[in-house]
């Protein structure tokens, strides 16, 4: 089950807003800053937030004395189609319940969505094929994508195709909203709206744990490609490693294939006590063939909470994969509503939940 870590005036006026985008209030009056209290159980200082955030959104306009209405202007994108463009979407959980989410929002906001195929990732690979992708998108009225940057494509390089696909379609009039990573290097911040966890804190977080579990020799463990959560995720390792007062020279992060003995014994050569994993899948592979080479103990974690980590008893941070689902489908109902605030980072943190990889037992 997933912490709701959302603040309780986000929690009503996403309730309003779904009321709104219903129809509920047709184009009339909002409930009162008492009625909300009665209503939800709420204080008066966060029902004024509640009204202060959806009018800072564009959805309801407030008239002193009159109380707050219904924008006419942004009641609801019209019905608007979009997609998703998610490589990982068949292969890891984490994005699949992410797509699941965003469709079960997506409703409430208006929006029909067409799933986007992965093939369709695999073609955009080629010289030519974002223009092919565009005309698509225009062909089916698609006014928004859900965009999840691949890590490794193209000739030109990640960090230059990936923008060049976000900046294409924004160009084209097709609004994108990032999910999980960003499509400039970390620490940069690109300028389109943002939704993922914290991955700082995430890595912090992994390394505070193995810490308090007796580990001293921590490692950080990625695969090869270059992606922007594991800079931010090693950043946030490194920063608990000084906290402690645990030493930071020499190699710290190894990128490479789980499942080539040479690459594990490259790793375990540096003779940790604690590894810190990029997601699940990587502790999952590397630990099989760790386990067959090494006597030694090791404590490890992961990052996801797959179904396997669970049986395997592997410690593991579970993302909130529902909330960032649906604020992603919030901010793209408000782009798609005409929203011209600046564009937001929404991030959320993760919740650890330990096992016996990191406690032992």
Not at 314 to 332: D, N, V, W
Request: hydrophobic share 40%; proline share 5%.
């Amino acid at each position: 089950m997933e912490t709701n870590t959302k603040p309780p005036y986000r929690l009503v006026a996403d309730s309003i807003r779904e009321k709104v985008l219903a129809g509920e209030y047709a184009l009339g009056k909002l409930p009162s800053e008492r009625a909300l209290i009665r209503q939800y159980g709420i204080s008066r200082a966060t029902a004024a937030k509640v009204l202060a955030t959806l009018e800072s959104e564009g959805l309801v306009v407030r008239r002193r004395g009159a109380g707050a209405f219904v924008n006419p202007q942004s009641a609801s994108p019209e019905n608007a189609y979009v997609s998703t463009l998610i490589a990982d979407m068949d292969v890891r959980e984490f994005f699949s319940a992410i797509c699941g989410s965003i469709a079960d929002r997506a409703r409430a906001y208006n929006l029909n969505l067409i799933w986007g195929a992965r093939q369709e990732f695999n073609e955009l690979a080629r010289d030519g094929s974002l223009d092919d992708y565009v005309a698509r998108c225009k062909a089916a009225n698609i006014k928004g994508v859900f965009f999840v940057p691949q890590d490794a494509m193209g000739k030109k390089g990640v960090e230059r195709r990936n923008q060049e696909i976000a900046e294409t379609l924004r160009h084209k009039g097709i609004t994108v909203v990032l999910i999980d990573r960003d499509i400039v290097p970390f620490p940069r911040r690109s300028d389109f709206d943002f939704v993922g966890i914290d991955n700082v804190q995430a890595g912090y977080m992994q390394a505070k744990h193995l810490i308090a579990c007796g580990c001293r020799r921590l490692v950080y463990v990625s695969h090869e490609k270059q992606v922007w959560t594991v800079d931010a995720r090693f950043n946030g390792m490194r920063n608990a490693l000084e906290e402690c007062g645990l030493p930071t020279d020499g190699p710290l992060l190894f990128r490479g294939d789980p499942t080539d003995e040479s690459f594990v014994r490259a790793v375990m050569r540096r003779r940790p006590d604690g590894l810190v994993f990029i997601h699940d899948d990587m502790a999952i592979a590397f630990m099989g063939v760790c386990s067959r080479l090494y006597r030694r103990p090791v404590k490890y974690i992961g990052l996801d909470d797959i179904s396997h980590s669970r049986h395997l008893g592997i410690s593991s941070l579970r993302q909130p994969a529902r909330f960032i689902g649906e604020e992603a489908a919030r901010l793209m109902a408000l782009r798609l509503g005409h929203d011209t605030l600046p564009p937001r980072q929404v991030l959320f943190s993760a919740e650890l939940i330990p096992r016996r990889s990191s406690l032992g037992g």
